[in-house]
């Protein structure tokens, strides 16, 4: 069973912090989060790289989709 991390990223449209909970060691996870401030959607986008064994964490806009 896969560990969930809880991670605080910045929203991309306030700059506000607000934690986010992700499968370190799933291969790719795309989902939709809103901001605990202002509330709009944050397309978050997980990568992890298993050869290199390293996470990569898009913040994005729904703008940027």
């Given at each position: 069973?896969?560990?969930?991390?809880?991670?605080?990223?910045?929203?991309?449209?306030?700059?506000e912090?607000?934690?986010?909970?992700?499968?370190?060691?799933?291969?790719?996870?795309?989902?939709?989060?809103?901001?605990?401030?202002?509330?709009?959607p944050?397309?978050?986008?997980?990568?992890?790289?298993?050869?290199?064994?390293?996470?990569?964490?898009?913040?994005?806009t729904?703008?940027?989709?």
């Amino acid at each position: 069973m896969e560990s969930i991390q809880w991670l605080t990223l910045q929203c991309p449209y306030c700059g506000e912090p607000f934690n986010a909970a992700i499968e370190p060691l799933c291969d790719i996870q795309d989902f939709i989060e809103d901001c605990q401030v202002c509330c709009r959607p944050i397309h978050l986008v997980v990568d992890y790289d298993p050869i290199q064994q390293q996470t990569d964490i898009k913040v994005l806009t729904t703008d940027d989709c």
